[in-house]
T-cell receptor
Framework: RKEVEQDPGPFNVPEGATVAFNCTYS??????FFWYRQDCRKEPKLLMS???SGNEDGRFTAQLNRASQYISLLIRDSKLSDSATYLC????????????FGGGTRVLVKP | ETGVTQSPTHLIKTRGQQVTLRCSSQ?????VSWYQQALGQGPQFIFQ???????GRGNFPPRFSGLQFPNYSSELNVNALELDDSALYLC???????????????????FGAGSRLTVL
């Protein structure tokens, strides 16, 4: 089983709609969580960190569920420019300096 | 402030050859990590360099090696190339080595645009 798993999608989303997707992690000792965004054939870029209390950044909301070992990302009022692959990233103390990426969830926002 | 720059952007090699990829870290960043991203997959950690020494390594064979220079730039070397080495190689810089359990800017990576390697 992979340490970090994501539904690869694609999630086809009408413009203006809301989309949400999860990322599950297998190691309960995981401590830091992030969402990165990767556009086609580009490098990943940090979208947001995920805090235990959940956090919001504009149209994006991230949640952490430690009991069920998953994080989620919700995008409200989807824009065409939100089309990208969203990568879940997990770190844990025992892994020291390694960020573990999920395989990514592809989101396609259509007019 | 300059970002992370990588070279070359694209290259084609044949099996058994050797390749060197280069990375200049973002201004003010002293740590460089290398990741391999195969098509349709997430980036996989290769290794990290801090203070010119390897500071952690992922599940990659010894034919993957690296260097960090005093100006914090870095090289990734791959010997005896195999077809499965075809991938996007991403360099990422950060403020110090990442710490898994600490909510720290050191966990925030700035990626370069990558070097796309094709092995024939």
């Amino acid at each position: 089983r992979k340490e970090v798993e994501q539904d690869p999608g694609p999630f086809n989303v009408p413009e203006g709609a809301t989309v949400a997707f999860n990322c599950t992690y297998s190691n309960s000792a995981s401590q830091s969580f992030f969402w990165y965004r990767q556009d086609c054939r580009k490098e990943p870029k940090l979208l947001m960190s995920v805090y235990s209390s959940g956090n919001e950044d504009g149209r994006f909301t991230a949640q952490l569920n430690r009991a069920s070992q998953y994080i989620s990302l919700l995008i409200r009022d989807s824009k065409l420019s939100d089309s990208a692959t969203y990568l879940c990233v997990v770190t844990r103390a025992a892994a020291g300096n390694k960020l573990t990426f999920g395989g990514g969830t592809r989101v396609l926002v259509k007019p | 402030e300059t970002g992370v720059t990588q070279s070359p952007t694209h290259l084609i090699k044949t099996r058994g050859q050797q390749v060197t990829l280069r990375c200049s870290s973002q201004s003010g960043h002293n740590t460089v990590s290398w990741y391999q991203q195969a098509l349709g997959q997430g980036p996989q950690f290769i290794f990290q360099y801090y203070r010119e020494e390897e500071n952690g390594r992922g599940n990659f064979p010894p034919r993957f090696s690296g260097l960090q220079f005093p100006n914090y730039s870095s090289e990734l070397n791959v010997n005896a190339l195999e077809l499965d080495d075809s991938a996007l190689y991403l360099c990422a810089s950060s403020l110090g080595p990442s710490r898994g359990g600490v909510r720290s800017g050191a966990n925030v990576l700035t990626f370069g645009a990558g070097s796309r390697l094709t092995v024939l």
